[in-house]
């Protein structure tokens, strides 16, 4: 296992599948925590949740076929050769927690911002995707504005109009600028965006540094103990991309 590469913006080994979990609490929790002491006592940012089933499979499919059992018997005098199947897996259903951050403003409670840390599911057609779909269809006709971080590769990016394509982007979605929209795209080589947080009009915005975010949620996780670096990251980098990797490590 070699050392963490020196990665100038976003660490693609976070986007494993088994890790990014930890990252998506990481990141909300730390967001929390980071704007809380600067929005109060006007505002206070709080997680919170949207819960539903989806279809998933459990488990691993076993396509080794099964042998004939020797005792088995039948009732013909002439012993019938049973056909032999293959293992499957099911779909089953699953809960599903999401979360997402809210700054409100304390004296009358009103939303003003929303923050969503997309997720492999909400990437992917099915539940995940479509309910986040109609979440943010609700918010963008809606008089919250939306930060939208998207730090994953794979899935199919949120619908936007115009733009670069890029491997990440940041949206924020200001609800007086509507339809328009700042979008931050950059590439695996290139830091990540520090952009500002909207809130209510002549409010200060603070800035949101992500990658420092990034930084200490990885490290609160001790994820470079489960991490090895030697091995190429999951979901899989171009060519170009994994020849680049091999010069920092």
Known sequence: MTGKPN????NPYLERPDIWPEI???????????????????YRAAVDKR???DAVLVGIPDTTVIQQTPNRT??????????QPERVAIPMLEEVTERFLEIREVATRKV???IEVLSPK????????????????????????LVEIDLLRSGESMPVQGGCKADYQILVSRANERP?????????????????LPLSAADVEPAIDLAAL?????QEAALDLVIDYSVSPEPALNEDDMAWLDTLR
């Open 214 to 218: 990034l930084e200490q949620a990885s």
């Open 122 to 145: 909400n990437k992917r057609s099915g539940e995940g995707r479509s309910q986040y779909l109609k979440k943010r269809q609700t918010l963008l006709s809606s008089q919250t504005h």
């Open 7 to 10: 990665f100038p913006g976003m």
């Open 180 to 196: 328009a929209a700042e979008r931050y795209p950059f590439y695996l080589r290139e830091p990540i965006p520090v952009f500002l």
């Open 112 to 114: 003003i911002t929303v």
């Open 51 to 53: 819960v539903y089933l």
């Open 74 to 83: 039948t009732t013909s005098t002439s012993a019938a050769v049973l056909s």
């Open 24 to 42: 998506h609490y990481g990141l909300i929790s730390g967001l929390m925590r980071t704007l809380n002491p600067v929005l109060n006592p006007k």
